[in-house]
């Protein structure tokens, strides 16, 4: 079986120097040749690139040392080994060729043994680290494909969690699908908010993201007399509807795979969301009467989304509110429903969640200016 061979690039001005060099390694390096330092420049450039480079200290113009320091200066050159062949053979003359970047100094005249074996030993280190390159560059394949392989099962689990929930309130359509980029624009807008800033980074903003559609799931223990019942719910019915935050962090505890370790799971930011998101800021919430920053950052985003889609969505027990009215009455809930953080960011996106609302809009009745006293039937 043939293999390739190494190549070497010799630069010395002296034809004769070229001649016995290459004479040497013939038999078992693949060679070329550079007259000056240019000339070798200009070669490495064209490519391909040489394994290892034997290179003269003293040549005209440009020596060996300029030489060497502009190999290396470049990235797509710096890993080439550079091994100095010079008749200068005082420690200073080593010294000084190390410090331009060579990994080894040959004083002339040469041994035609000890250049092999020094050529040899650092044509071995260059298929050592060329070999361990290539290792850590399919750990890296290999790890960012088990990552996915993560990311995507922790996609597939959130949607099936979530279409769970839709089974169970059909009328509400797209509202996940609006709610979670409600969600993302709001955390975008705060992620530069001194007191949000080193919470909202890219990854959790995107595992928000991902949780919002959970924020109902507990919805799948409700009675479907009282989570379809088209009107006012009763006093009972009500505290029967406010179990549903209960439920869905239960339901969400029971998909992790450890329970216990809250700091670490996927689902932790879900599971704040879907208990925690009928929470006012004032403390007259449910279902623990959280108040201010007691209630996780997460489920006051989603608090502030999810009022804003019921409102100008289609209920069984209302007609969509208009836009602009949706806005009014989420305003008036500043320090008394909503986080005053989150509320400004609103007041600036608020044009954003309506391009949203209109990308992923239901097919529902016209809009209308209806008495907001149906707030109070999901706030």
Same mark, same amino acid.
């Given at each position: 079986?043939?293999?390739?061979?190494?190549? !070497?690039?010799?630069?010395?001005?002296?034809?004769?120097?070229?001649?016995?060099?290459?004479?040497?390694?013939?038999?078992?390096?693949?060679?070329?040749?550079?007259?000056?330092?240019?000339?070798?420049?200009?070669?490495?450039?064209?490519?391909?690139?040489?394994d290892?480079?034997?290179?003269?200290?003293?040549?005209?113009?440009?020596?060996?040392?300029?030489?060497?320091?502009?190999?290396?200066?470049?990235?797509?050159? $710096?890993?080439?080994?550079?091994?100095?062949?010079?008749a200068?053979?005082?420690?200073?003359?080593?010294?000084?060729?190390?410090?331009?970047? $060579?990994?080894?100094?040959?004083?002339?005249?040469?041994?035609?043994?000890?250049?092999?074996?020094?050529?040899?030993?650092?044509?071995?280190?260059?298929?050592?680290?060329?070999?361990?390159?290539?290792?850590?560059l399919?750990?890296?394949?290999l790890?960012?494909?088990?990552?996915?392989?993560?990311?995507?099962?922790?996609?597939?689990?959130?949607?099936?969690?979530?279409?769970l $929930?839709?089974?169970?309130?059909?009328?509400?359509?797209?509202?996940?699908?609006?709610?979670?980029?409600?969600?993302?624009?709001? $955390?975008?807008?705060?992620?530069?908010?001194?007191?949000?800033?080193?919470?909202?980074?890219?990854?959790? !903003?995107?595992?928000?993201?991902?949780?919002?559609?959970l924020?109902?799931?507990?919805?799948?223990g409700?009675?479907?007399?009282?989570?379809?019942?088209?009107?006012?719910?009763t006093?009972?019915?009500?505290?029967?509807?406010?179990?549903?935050?209960?439920?869905?962090?239960?339901?969400?505890?029971?998909?992790?795979?450890?329970?216990?370790?809250?700091?670490?799971? *996927?689902?932790?930011?879900?599971?704040?969301?879907?208990?925690?998101?009928?929470?006012k800021?004032?403390?007259?919430?449910?279902?623990?009467?959280?108040?201010?920053?007691?209630?996780?950052?997460?489920?006051?985003?989603?608090?502030?989304?999810?009022?804003y889609?019921?409102?100008?969505?289609?209920?069984?027990?209302?007609?969509?509110?208009p836009?602009?009215?949706?806005?009014?009455?989420?305003?008036?809930?500043?320090?008394?429903? *909503?986080?005053?953080?989150?509320?400004?960011? *609103?007041?600036?996106e608020?044009?954003a *969640?309506?391009?949203?609302?209109?990308?992923f809009?239901?097919?529902?009745?016209?809009?209308?200016?209806?008495?907001?006293?149906?707030?109070?039937?999901?706030?």
């Amino acid at each position: 079986m043939s293999t390739t061979k190494n190549h !070497i690039l010799v630069v010395d001005d002296e034809p004769i120097n070229l001649k016995v060099l290459s004479n040497i390694l013939r038999d078992l390096y693949s060679i070329s040749v550079a007259k000056d330092g240019p000339h070798a420049l200009a070669r490495v450039a064209a490519g391909p690139k040489p394994d290892l480079i034997l290179l003269d200290v003293m040549m005209p113009d440009m020596d060996g040392l300029e030489v060497c320091q502009r190999l290396k200066q470049e990235e797509s050159t $710096a890993h080439i080994p550079v091994i100095f062949v010079t008749a200068l053979g005082q420690p200073h003359n080593e010294t000084q060729g190390f410090e331009a970047g $060579a990994v080894d100094y040959i004083t002339k005249p040469i041994s035609p043994s000890v250049v092999l074996a020094r050529i040899r030993t650092h044509i071995a280190l260059v298929q050592t680290q060329r070999a361990l390159r290539d290792h850590n560059l399919e750990l890296e394949r290999l790890v960012a494909q088990r990552t996915q392989e993560v990311v995507s099962t922790q996609d597939v689990t959130i949607r099936a969690m979530a279409s769970l $929930a839709e089974t169970r309130d059909n009328e509400t359509g797209n509202h996940v699908k609006r709610t979670q980029h409600y969600v993302r624009v709001l $955390a975008e807008r705060l992620r530069n908010h001194p007191s949000h800033a080193s919470v909202l980074d890219d990854r959790t !903003i995107g595992l928000l993201f991902k949780s919002a559609p959970l924020h109902d799931i507990g919805k799948v223990g409700i009675p479907d007399a009282i989570l379809l019942k088209p009107g006012k719910l009763t006093d009972a019915e009500f505290d029967i509807m406010k179990k549903h935050p209960d439920l869905g962090r239960n339901a969400i505890l029971a998909a992790e795979e450890s329970p216990d370790d809250h700091n670490i799971s *996927f689902l932790r930011l879900a599971r704040e969301i879907a208990h925690s998101h009928h929470e006012k800021w004032d403390g007259s919430g449910y279902p623990l009467g959280l108040s201010g920053t007691e209630i996780p950052l997460a489920a006051r985003l989603m608090a502030l989304a999810d009022v804003y889609d019921a409102l100008i969505s289609r209920r069984v027990y209302k007609p969509p509110f208009p836009h602009e009215k949706a806005v009014e009455i989420i305003m008036e809930g500043r320090g008394r429903h *909503f986080d005053p953080d989150i509320l400004d960011a *609103f007041a600036l996106e608020k044009d954003a *969640f309506k391009t949203i609302a209109d990308s992923f809009s239901d097919a529902q009745a016209p809009e209308t200016d209806a008495s907001s006293d149906a707030y109070e039937k999901f706030s």
